[in-house]
């Protein structure tokens, strides 16, 4: 399984990024992909996640903001952020669990985040003031 990042990069406060993380080695009819985040002196969040069957999940703190989006046919998926805060500033990772997902959005990231198989190295996202 491989999985690579790109998009980040770096924006004032209220900007939009759009990360993209291309998949190879399995099937997204077979696993979960989303993404995570992990910022210096922070702890990991789980951000968003989509089902094999469409289904999308989303942190409370970008909730509203993001909008996560897979293309089987490219093996790819999207995460598509708007009004970006300071606190979004982090690097974020792709990976993928092979868990089936259900119930609330902060039960299902929290299983993502303690199920994931694999996950990329990630893309800097850096918001300037």
């Known amino acids: 399984v491989q999985l690579v990042e790109s998009g980040g990069g770096s924006v004032q406060v209220g900007g939009s990024l759009r990360l993209s993380c291309v998949a190879s080695g399995f099937s997204f009819t077979d696993a979960a992909i989303g993404w995570f985040r992990h910022a210096p002196g922070k702890d990991r969040e789980g951000v968003s996640c989509?089902?094999?069957?469409?289904?999308?999940f989303y942190a409370d703190s970008i909730k509203g903001r993001a909008d996560i989006s897979a293309d089987h046919e490219k093996n790819t998926v999207h995460l598509q952020m708007d009004n970006l805060q300071p606190e979004d500033a982090a690097i974020y990772h792709c990976?993928?669990?092979?868990?089936?997902?259900?119930?609330?959005?902060?039960?299902?990231?929290?299983?993502?985040?303690?199920?994931?198989?694999?996950w990329g190295e990630g893309t800097l996202v850096t918001v300037s003031s």
């Open positions: 989509i089902t094999p069957t469409g289904e999308k």
């Open positions: 990976a993928i669990t092979l868990k089936i997902l259900a119930g609330s959005d902060r039960y299902v990231l929290r299983v993502f985040m303690s199920y994931m198989n694999a």
